[in-house]
């Protein structure tokens, strides 16, 4: 009996969430500074995680999440109110990411499919000894095509198919940059963790 009642007391308080966000995007839409500003305050920090891993630095990404917000008001229109608000502007600042990098022509294919050998995990227990921050720095010195199509598969959980559609690339070339990216990544953390020590 008493989880049925914290159940609902659950179901109250999400659908109170749901409500109070659904406020504050009408109030955005209508044009309201206090709601915009309120929006941009409470998703600013996870967007700049996603701006981050994508930029090369921190101006970088900073400028990725002025522009992203913007697409966002511009935007807030088309949400259709299903699925996660959250979720749905994460896509709109990936397409902004992926868009500044294919302004600036930085996607090259890299090598051929035959080339790549098989993904071993005895390389992640490195990764586990590092802290977040320094992971999210060695990311960002990835080449661009590299980080892109890394991010995109590991953090985005996007497909090789669904990354070579979205980059005009081949999937080959997808598989390739995310091999490569992966055995530079292993390089830059190897050398970060013998200077930590």
């Given at each position: 009996m008493a989880s049925n009642i914290l159940n609902r007391i659950g179901v109250l308080?999400?659908?109170d969430?749901?409500?109070n966000e659904q406020q504050l995007i009408n109030n955005c839409i209508s044009g309201k500074p206090e709601a915009q500003k309120k929006l941009y305050l409470k998703y600013s920090p996870k967007m700049m995680i996603v701006c981050l891993r994508y930029g090369s630095n921190k101006q970088d990404a900073e400028d990725l999440l002025q522009e992203g917000f913007l697409k966002v008001f511009k935007s807030l229109d088309q949400y259709r109110r299903y699925g996660s608000f959250e979720g749905w502007m994460r896509k709109i600042f990936i397409n902004t990411a992926l868009a500044s990098f294919k302004d600036k022509n930085k996607l090259m294919p890299i090598v051929a499919i035959e080339n790549i050998e098989k993904n071993s995990d005895e390389h992640?227990?490195?990764v586990d000894r590092l802290n977040?921050?320094?992971l999210l720095k060695l990311i960002q010195l990835l080449p661009d095509a590299y980080k892109l199509v890394f991010n995109l598969h590991v953090f985005e959980g996007y497909k090789h198919k669904e990354i070579a559609a979205m980059l005009n690339i081949s999937e080959g070339t997808s598989k390739s940059n995310l091999h490569d990216a992966r055995k530079i990544l292993q390089t830059l953390i190897q050398k970060h963790?013998?200077?930590a020590n």
């Open positions: 308080i999400n659908v969430q749901i409500e992640l227990e490195i977040g921050k320094d963790l013998k200077k």
